[in-house]
């Protein structure tokens, strides 16, 4: 079985990418996050082969909201950095191919997950690049073969997909897949709008 995991916040006002909320304030962040996450759930949830999660955080906020559409199972995403709870997502799907995308990637489709379910056929991790160093996707052919993948990434920074990639133990195979921008600044957000 393959596994596609979002890695969420919970929506809530003033407490979802602050970053872009700084220039385009709280209210419209929110509403663009909202929609964003569900846009992203519905479509990769639509019949695509692979089971579809949401991994929410704060883990205590995990059945509050019927926010997510019908069809995506709800885990909670753990204690930790970031860093540590990529790790331990991807470690519980065990054998099994696993992605784990952003909720802030308005433009991913299932084509992209298809793409990149495809190159871990043949490689044993998978990155979808984007525009500002970090990455809108992750993937493992085996999620509990990740070892320190993630260990000292400079997270959000434009170091993210570097540090990552320095951390890719000799002889494994890596793919990339186009890159796809990850909204978290007013600059990002315009871009985006502009280009619809």
């Known amino acids: 079985m393959k596994h596609v995991v979002i890695f969420a916040r919970r929506p809530q006002l003033g407490r979802v990418k602050t970053r872009l909320a700084a220039d385009i304030g709280p209210v419209e962040t929110l ?3 909202k929609s964003t996450l569900n846009t992203v759930a519905r479509r990769l949830s639509a019949g695509g082969g692979w089971a579809t999660w949401i991994a929410i955080t704060p883990d205590d906020t995990l059945d509050r909201d019927r926010l997510y559409p019908p069809g995506v199972w709800r885990l909670p995403q753990g204690e930790g950095d970031l860093g540590q709870r990529m790790a ?5 799907f065990g054998p099994h191919p696993a992605l784990i995308v952003g909720s802030d990637i308005p433009d991913i489709n299932r084509r992209h997950v298809a793409a990149a379910f495809d ?3 043949r490689n044993e991790l998978v990155f979808g690049p984007s525009d500002d160093g970090g990455y ?7 999620g509990a073969r990740v070892g320190n993948l993630f260990n000292d990434v400079r997270w959000s920074t434009e170091h993210a997909l570097v540090d990552t990639l320095e951390n890719v133990r000799s002889g494994v195979r890596v793919a990339m ?6 909204i978290d600044d007013g600059a990002a957000y315009r871009d985006w709008r502009n280009g619809r």
């Open 31 to 33: 509403r663009f996050y």
């Open 88 to 92: 331990n997502c991807l470690a519980q």
């Open 119 to 121: 190159k871990l056929r």
């Open 136 to 142: 809108w996707l992750v993937g493992a052919a085996q």
């Open 177 to 182: 897949l186009e890159p796809l921008a990850d």
